[in-house]
């Protein structure tokens, strides 16, 4: 277990003992594959932590884009978290329904946007409910707040900058899905992409990060894992997956890490496995 840290990380024991704090904010961030069958919407309809908004990553988006859940326009943000009672001077804390799955990408959302005081739950939803904590049906008291934005565009990548860095190397490529869909041997769950990954990019799957009880692992653990996939923690590194949401479980170790410089594809493999002339690579490398 990670020490607790308002930027990054905090356990149910953290959230329990702030819950009732008046300047603190949680948001469900539970998402799921197209092809899963769950509704996370309803989900959260019918059990949340107390006081939790939920926070629709396919909605809140950059409506304007082809892809799944791009990062959404400044604008789009401000006004949808103003309607969350989300503003400036709070303390958010991100769950999700898996543990840590798609909680990092609503956290990287906020810090692209220059919010900090943002944390995901370590162990999310199924931990917090294993320990017999309290869940309400209720829809939270929203009270509008200000809000105020400060894009920080070094933490996003387009597939014209990936594409250059593959080719120049001066960023390593980190791959988020599962070793199968790395080496080309699995299919894609979105139709029409091609199978295979970046040329030169390393693979460490997000779920190698994750312990059994969902929580994030050590950091002596996490450091293990991206340095056995040849992954350089002291050189810039960006984070690619199937389509932005676990690139960002990525995104999160790697600031545990302190690694110096770090971003997220947010087009990823649905964007890179679309185009014919973006060339793929199968097997390890």
Request: charged fraction near 25%.
């Amino acid at each position: 277990m990670a020490k607790d840290d308002p930027k990054t990380l905090v356990s149910t024991d953290w959230l329990a003992a702030h819950l009732n704090d008046p300047d603190l904010r949680v948001i469900d961030a539970s998402w799921h594959m197209p092809d899963s069958g769950r509704d996370a919407k309803a989900e959260y309809n019918a059990g949340h932590i107390p006081g939790a908004r939920f926070f629709d990553i396919d909605d809140i988006a950059d409506g304007r884009s082809e892809l799944p859940h791009m990062a959404p326009p400044v604008e789009k943000f401000m006004s949808r978290l103003r309607a969350m009672g989300i503003g400036d001077g709070h303390q958010v804390v991100v769950y999700d329904s898996h543990g840590i799955m798609s909680a990092p990408r609503v956290w990287w959302t906020f810090r692209l946007m220059g919010k900090t005081d943002v944390a995901v739950l370590d162990g999310g939803l199924p931990k917090w409910q294993a320990e017999g904590r309290p869940i309400e049906d209720m829809p939270p008291v929203i009270r509008d707040r200000h809000m105020t934005v400060s894009r920080q565009s070094d933490m996003v990548k387009d597939v014209t900058q990936v594409a250059a860095a593959a080719k120049l190397g001066d960023w390593q490529i980190v791959d988020a899905r599962s070793a199968a869909r790395f080496r080309g041997e699995a299919d894609e769950p979105r139709p029409g992409l091609r199978k295979g990954h970046i040329p030169g990019s390393k693979n460490v799957p997000f779920g190698g990060l994750i312990a059994e009880n969902g929580t994030m692992k050590s950091e002596a653990e996490l450091r293990a894992a991206f340095e056995a996939a040849g992954v350089d923690l002291t050189k810039p590194v960006i984070s690619s997956c199937g389509s932005g949401v676990t690139a960002a479980v990525l995104d999160l170790a790697l600031t545990i890490l302190g690694n110096p410089r770090h971003a997220v594809y947010d087009g990823s493999w649905a964007e890179w496995g679309m185009y014919n002339d973006l060339k793929v690579a199968t097997g390890e490398n």
